[in-house]
């Protein structure tokens, strides 16, 4: 009977070898001259003998191989056809095919698509962290093939988990499929909740360095809104009113639109890069790139805090900083979450009652108070 003990040890001899499992009739290991084996499926069919491939040795476990020779046994048995026994693989759809069907057709309960931003995540983790199963058929790929993924990130692996979750789930629910969600199997990772924002104390050195640094305005920017990295980079005049002193998101990651509010600090940063020599006309914060805004400053980052003696601190804690110092003002859970565009089905109806009077309030409120923290001057003509 196979072992996983016994497989390993076998070693190429210079000619094809043949082994055989006693557990199921017909699952066989083929040892090529070189040393690469490979599941098959062999049976005697209609007076001639038929070998199916399973899978390498290498990705595919014994229980799995098990599980379609025993698959491919009951197409043969059903009318002795073994084409009908390959069909049984080879008809069925990768997981990487299923998931570009997902992408096309799943449509959220008010029938909108799902968010370009959210099938970007998909296919990324599907060609990079998934990559390993992505061409696996969907009744091949099992819980023993996913835990030998090794994702070093809780949150990157959780996501990948809820990938695989939402696409097997969908399959079934629409009769694509009948193969068992791997991923129930799978447990989620413990994910310690983020609470790095700017200190009081760190605040002064923040802005010194932020004073020496050219994307000055791109990080003061991002601090006084609270928004996105992704949504400051790709900034547009046309959805500014610095008469009503409105910045409106067309689309956020969540596929909504969000209405932020413009401080008076942040209102002086747009007039003066208004008045730049060198403006898009489209863009805030232009770039050379294809999209024709700043894509990535990461190196800036990493310059800034080495100048202020920061460590830990990442990009998006610039908005959960704001966050935190509109907390500090006493102002509600409901308003900051407005302010920063959070969205949850608990959430929505209290934020559709507000207005954005108490949101501007605490927002101005909240930068203010960290400017004073700072102990420095914001005006722009300083």
Do not use: C
């Not at 401080?263 to 403006?279: D, G, N, S």
């Amino acid at each position: 009977m196979f072992t996983k003990k016994f497989l390993q040890a076998i070693e190429p001899n210079g000619k094809q070898q043949s082994f055989k499992d006693e557990k199921v009739a017909g699952l066989i290991l083929l040892v090529s001259p070189k040393g690469a084996k490979t599941f098959y499926s062999y049976r005697w069919i209609n007076g001639g003998p038929e070998r199916i491939k399973i899978g390498s040795f290498a990705t595919t476990t014994i229980e799995e191989a098990r599980r379609a020779a025993a698959k491919i046994n009951g197409a043969i048995a059903s009318d002795h056809n073994p084409a009908a026994a390959k069909r049984v693989l080879k008809a069925e759809p990768t997981f990487a095919e299923m998931l570009e069907e997902y992408l096309k057709k799943k449509r959220s309960r008010s029938g909108k698509p799902l968010a370009s931003y959210t099938q970007k995540t998909y296919r990324v983790l599907t060609e990079g962290h998934l990559r390993a199963v992505s061409k696996l058929r969907l009744s091949q790929i099992t819980p023993d093939a996913l835990r030998r993924i090794k994702i070093e990130s809780d949150a990157t692996n959780n996501r990948a988990r809820a990938v695989i979750s939402a696409v097997y789930t969908w399959a079934n629910d629409e009769g694509m499929t009948t193969a068992p969600n791997p991923a129930k199997a799978i447990k989620t990772r413990l994910i310690k909740s983020r609470e790095r924002f700017l200190l009081p104390s760190e605040l002064p050195r923040f802005f010194e360095a932020l004073d020496k640094s050219e994307w000055r305005d791109f990080f003061l920017m991002a601090l006084y809104t609270g928004a996105r990295k992704s949504n400051v980079q790709a900034m547009a005049w046309a959805d500014i009113n610095l008469e009503e002193r409105v910045w409106v998101i067309p689309k956020t990651k969540n596929g909504y639109s969000q209405t932020i509010t413009l401080t008076p600090e942040a209102v002086e940063i747009l007039k003066e890069l208004r008045k730049q020599k060198i403006v898009s006309a489209k863009w805030v914060f232009p770039g050379t790139g294809k999209t024709g805004h700043i894509v990535e400053p990461k190196k800036a980052w990493a310059n800034i805090l080495k100048e202020a003696k920061i460590k830990g601190l990442r990009i998006h804690d610039l908005r959960r900083t704001l966050g935190s110092w509109q907390a500090r003002q006493g102002t509600s859970t409901a308003i900051i979450g407005k302010s920063l565009g959070h969205r949850s089905q608990q959430a929505t109806a209290i934020y559709a009652r507000l207005d954005i009077d108490p949101v501007r309030e605490s927002v101005e409120s909240a930068v203010s108070q960290m400017i004073k923290a700072g102990r420095i001057s914001h005006s722009i003509d300083s």
